[in-house]
DNA sequence: GCATGTCAAGTTGTG
DNA sequence: CACAACTTGACATGC
């Protein structure tokens, strides 16, 4: 993979400004109609969201923006149990490939670094079998995905505690170790806001070889004793030891740093958030903030790191 | 049109 | 116990 040498920013899933739109659909209104009927609205949508898909890259192509996070639901309702359906089901599946194709092409040209994040349903760390079941078939989805599109990054959280921080990150290794490898050599863990801490998962993360994605919003929102400085230099050179470039979240919190327990993302990042040891690495930093691309470009404005 | 309730899924903390 | 929050509102319905 080219390497830039530089901080890069990254977009997360959809634009605030921008005309570029992606589509979704309930299992409940799909029920609704006929398989044949079905397959055919979810063609249009999928078609709708890869060609949304491409725009977005040619947008942070244009814009100096170095990485975009897609959003899960690209092909909504994927592994759905009742509509659940196959890429190559889709009426328009020989179209969506040729996009696919576009797409991969312009994200090598251009190195956007691409990732996924799936959601909060996803918990390797669970005690229900069932749990893990649907988990391993959604990121096998967000595999799938990350192939057609040459996608690097699957990043999760580990979720519940159950009580016994210990047992549930051994459940997490182990149920880590039977992945498929293409998927685990995606796979990444983050650190979050109210139950496992950097202090927790590096560990884990270089005994399983699988690196992590560093939040420094979540550990200043759940701090364990290590500096953001010790925490950044431990996610680099787990990283680099992989020869992959380290991967940072950045957020600012709405209502301050007073203790609320609520703590939505703010609209856009305070330049006096964004840590000081990131600045001159070569690293990837998503930035998580309501007014997405607009956050970006007044992000690189601040700190002078504009395109031009 | 526009306002409002709903959407597959897990887990936690707050009021 | 109900609800919001989490990486992200968009969609469906009813007026």
Redesign the pocket.
């Known amino acids: 993979m080219k390497n830039t040498g530089k901080l890069r920013f990254g977009l997360?899933?959809?634009f605030s400004n921008e005309p570029i739109?992606?589509?979704?659909?309930?299992?409940?209104?799909l029920l609704?109609y006929p398989r044949v009927e079905q397959l055919s609205r979810l063609s249009d949508i999928c078609l709708h969201n890869v060609n949304s898909l491409k725009k977005s890259l040619k947008f942070v192509a244009e814009n100096g923006i170095g990485a975009f996070?897609i959003?899960?639901?690209l092909f909504p309702?994927?592994?759905?149990?009742q509509v659940?359906y196959q890429l190559e089901d889709l009426p328009d599946a020989a179209i969506i490939q040729q996009v696919f194709e576009e797409i991969r092409r312009f994200r090598n040209i251009h190195d956007i670094r691409l990732s996924f994040?799936?959601?909060?349903?996803n918990?390797l760390a669970?005690?229900?079998d069932?749990?893990i079941q649907?988990t391993t078939r959604?990121l096998t989805y967000h595999d799938m995905l990350a192939d057609l599109v040459d996608a690097e990054v699957i990043n999760i959280?580990v979720?519940?505690?159950?009580?016994d921080k210990e047992s549930a990150l051994s459940r997490l290794q182990e149920n880590i170790t039977r992945l498929p490898n293409a998927l685990r050599s995606r796979l990444t863990l983050e650190n979050?806001?109210?139950?496992y801490t950097p202090v927790d998962l590096l560990p884990v993360c270089d005994k399983l070889k699988i690196p992590m994605v560093y939040?420094v919003h979540?550990h200043r929102c759940f701090p364990d004793g290590m500096t953001e400085e010790e925490v950044t230099e431990r996610t680099i050179s787990l990283w680099q030891s992989l020869g992959r470039e380290p991967y940072f979240h950045i957020?600012s919190p709405k209502y301050g740093w007073q203790g609320n327990?609520?703590?939505?993302?703010s609209d856009y990042i305070d330049p006096a958030d964004f840590p000081l040891c990131w600045k001159e690495k070569n690293a990837t930093i998503d930035v998580?903030a309501?007014t997405k691309e607009l956050a970006i470009l007044q992000l690189q404005k601040d700190l002078g790191l504009s395109k031009a």
């Open positions: 997360c899933c959809i739109k992606f589509r979704q659909v309930t299992a409940k209104t609704r996070r959003l899960s639901p309702r994927f592994t759905h149990p659940g994040h799936p959601d909060q349903f918990v669970s005690n229900r069932e749990v649907n959604e959280h979720g519940g505690v159950y009580g979050d806001d109210v139950s939040d979540h957020s327990s609520s703590k939505p993302h998580e309501k």
